[in-house]
């Protein structure tokens, strides 16, 4: 089993940033596969962010520059460092885990799934 604790969101101007943690608990971690989705009012959950069990990372492309993921497996966290926000990136984020270590962008792929952060960026 898998626990999984967001924090990090708030209110920020655009153009701001914003650093997202995710705490994860569970022995098996450091091999997981993570990702950041995001779910905006009105709107469908959408992929953010994917990082691998070995380190490799993908994005979507609305937030292709702008956003990187990264883990520190020491400590069991998986960040997503947010920078130029803008207001269309307003949303709950979450993040996700699966024990298999392949990248994944699906959300059907995922099996654990944190509570959320909200993320709100004003013009």
């Known amino acids: 089993q898998v626990q999984l604790v967001e924090s990090g969101g708030g209110l920020v101007q655009a153009g701001g940033s914003l650093r997202l943690s995710c705490a994860a608990s569970?022995?098996?971690?450091?091999?997981?596969?993570l990702g950041w989705f995001r779910q905006a009012p009105g709107k469908e959950r959408e992929f953010v962010a994917a990082?691998?069990?070995?380190?490799?990372?993908t994005d979507a492309d609305s937030v292709k520059g702008r956003f990187t993921i990264s883990r520190d497996n020491a400590k069991s966290t998986v960040y997503l460092q947010m920078n130029s926000l803008k207001p269309e990136d307003t949303a709950v984020y979450y993040c996700?885990?699966?024990?298999?270590?392949?990248?994944?962008?699906?959300?059907?792929?995922?099996?654990?799934w944190g509570q959320g952060t909200q993320v709100t960026v004003s013009s």
């Open positions: 569970g022995r098996t971690f450091s091999s997981a596969a």
């Open positions: 990082i691998s069990g070995s380190g490799m990372s």
């Open positions: 996700a885990a699966t024990p298999s270590p392949r990248l994944r962008r699906l959300g059907s792929e995922y099996d654990y």
